[in-house]
């Protein structure tokens, strides 16, 4: 629904400024997936991705929904990495997945079509790929920092799958996560139980076990597609070499599900500044119809996002509870008793705090207020 | 692909604003389709429409890929519609959609999976209705103007399908067109050949026969999903009464392809400004290098996006042609020539005009020119 998708955009901005400044480069490859190369990497059959929703061309060929691109952008990549010059190549996209799940739950936290943030990595050797794994690792704590998750997400070892003994999930604290992990709060990082009995390494005693949902994860997937798929590159030496790859993940609804069970009250939901629908809930009651009117041009002067309630016929509770509801993070009322001063009331959804303003100096000072927490949000 | 991406995202955000601009509000609706709300307006059957993608659910249960979405967002609208009081409401997406054409062609022109923005308007009466039709044939018109295609573009009168008697299209001038419109050059409107023989209103002879390609279409819908799926609202006197739709189509792809058509030569893509993937293709040669990179900050500090290439292996021919190949609008040229002037050769791949600019006047010429195209090109 609109609101809902302008955090959306707003989380998908922030994702996308972080790629691009590790040298991500959007594009957008299709759902519909031809079985073939799917079938090269082993992945086609339902037993082995139980995921699938397949379909049919009116050819009858068999065809698929795309899950995940890592069969597809390797093709794809055949045409442009030919030489060692052509490498690396970081290339990501906000792309619907299908994943024919037996049981969707937990709202938006896992649904059966999402969008997904999906970046790979091709590089030319191991080492250029562990270089820019740590920096997506950077990137992507960056990220939650930036949407409000900085606080309760851990970087989490986990199970690599097939692809390699490791990946590396990031794990929000939420009790209505999937997960267990267990962290270790001196080095700030956490460890999946799925494979801490493994793991020699850690005491489960010393570890503080939570419920958590899994945002973001990252994989090392060495050759294992470029080998079944044959992307090679040829070195200086005039070898050819398989490519290393790696595919890294966000789900921009699961984040925003997971900000909103981590910051709503019993009123509703509380968005934190970066991600907010609107900055402002301009509220009018009675005469302040006219000034309220005024003032939403002043503050959309100044870049201010106002979400105006302007209906007649609703009582100031039902407005005043809607505002607590929808979460914006500050909420204006203009009323005759704040018109008495110039004034215009001034309220933080998360704090409760209320200043009274005056209404000539509210653009400018809510400006400043947000260009600090933009700076402080920021990298 | 990266560069075609850029493409899209403008082309999306132009019809972004004008549909803001008109009320439009931005959701996204699921590809996924439940079939109850598509037996209940009859477009269900493969008999009736037969560009269907089925597949089903780990339950059996069969399920469909949206090829468009009145069914989807009329059910949705029963949660938000009740009294008069909640209407007009005008919703867009910017969504993909997926259609079973017996055979995909002329490239990016017709594809089975396509992103296409879709507004759908809700209105109290055929009045109401009237009224935005018109706003929204307008902003139609203000985009074909804003993205380059203005001049070739014809609101031409088409069939209504099964909704109503006629439809509006919008065709644009072009030889890979697959549909035939007979032009009055003095009322500057079309009239699609599919309907022409019906039509008493026209003397052939009198008109202008062309190819052209449809980029948009705007539907009047009456009450045939609102009644099918029992969208209803009170009106002042507590009457239920059927809301009066209508849906308004634009393939942002096939927008791109088209003026990829109309604006190519024989050396590749000419993009118009508004659209184009960069403003600037910037061009080092030999010594020019270090120069180049201060010049590249320079103008990406004035807000303009600049394409650098930097590649060291490569010829000049091969730089020059690549650029004319991608098409940027303008091409920047720093080599030992135009250095020994402290200068810079600017290029218009349009008029292939070129003019010598002093290096440090450059960025706050090129940021003028900018501006004035983009107020040109603005409503």
Chains 1, 2 share one sequence.
């Not at 704590?141 to 309760?152: A, E, Q």
């Not at 009123?267 to 500044?273: C, H, M, Q, S």
């Amino acid at each position: 629904m609109p609101l809902g998708w302008r955090v959306m955009e707003n989380i998908m901005q922030i994702i996308r400024e972080e790629m691009n400044a590790i040298g991500g480069q959007e594009l957008l490859l299709t759902s519909l997936q031809d079985s073939e190369i799917w079938k090269k990497s082993g992945r086609w059959s339902d037993e082995v991705v139980d995921v699938w929703f397949k379909t049919r061309l009116k050819s009858e060929q068999e065809i698929g929904l795309a899950n995940t691109h890592e069969e597809a952008l390797t093709e794809l990549m055949k045409n442009h990495v030919h030489s060692y010059r052509d490498l690396p190549v970081f290339a990501y996209q906000f792309q619907t997945k299908f994943r024919n799940e037996l049981r969707a739950k937990s709202g938006i936290l896992r649904t059966r079509e999402f969008i997904m943030k999906d970046l790979y990595s091709f590089c030319r050797t191991q080492e250029e790929h562990d270089e820019f794994y740590e920096k997506i690792k950077q990137a992507y704590l960056t990220i939650f920092k930036r949407v409000g998750l900085g606080d309760v997400t851990y970087l989490t070892f986990a199970s690599g799958g097939s692809f390699s003994k490791y990946s590396h999930e990031f794990q929000t604290l939420c009790d209505a996560g999937e997960d267990i992990i267990y962290i270790d709060e001196k080095q700030g990082i956490a460890i999946n139980e799925e494979i801490i009995d493994g793991e020699g390494t850690y005491d489960k005693s010393k570890l503080k076990k939570a419920k958590a949902i899994e945002v973001g994860n990252i994989f090392t997937l060495g050759t294992r597609f470029s080998d079944a798929l044959g992307l090679l590159y040829q070195s200086k030496n005039g070898e050819k070499i398989p490519v290393a790859m790696g595919s890294y993940g966000i789900g921009p609804a699961r984040t925003m599900g997971t900000i909103v069970e981590v910051y709503a009250d019993e009123k509703g939901i509380v968005w934190p500044l970066a991600v907010a629908p609107f900055h402002v809930h301009l509220i009018a009651l009675s005469e302040g119809a006219n000034k309220a009117e005024t003032l939403y041009a002043q503050l959309q002067n100044q870049g201010i996002e106002v979400l105006y309630d302007d209906r007649q016929e609703v009582s100031a509770g039902e407005k005043f509870a809607d505002a607590d509801l929808i979460g914006i993070p500050w909420r204006l009322v203009v009323s005759d008793k704040t018109l008495a001063t110039e004034s215009c009331e001034v309220k933080s959804r998360r704090s409760g705090k209320i200043e009274i303003l005056k209404m000539n100096e509210l653009p400018t000072y809510l400006r400043a207020r947000l260009d600090s927490a933009r700076q402080a949000s920021s990298p």
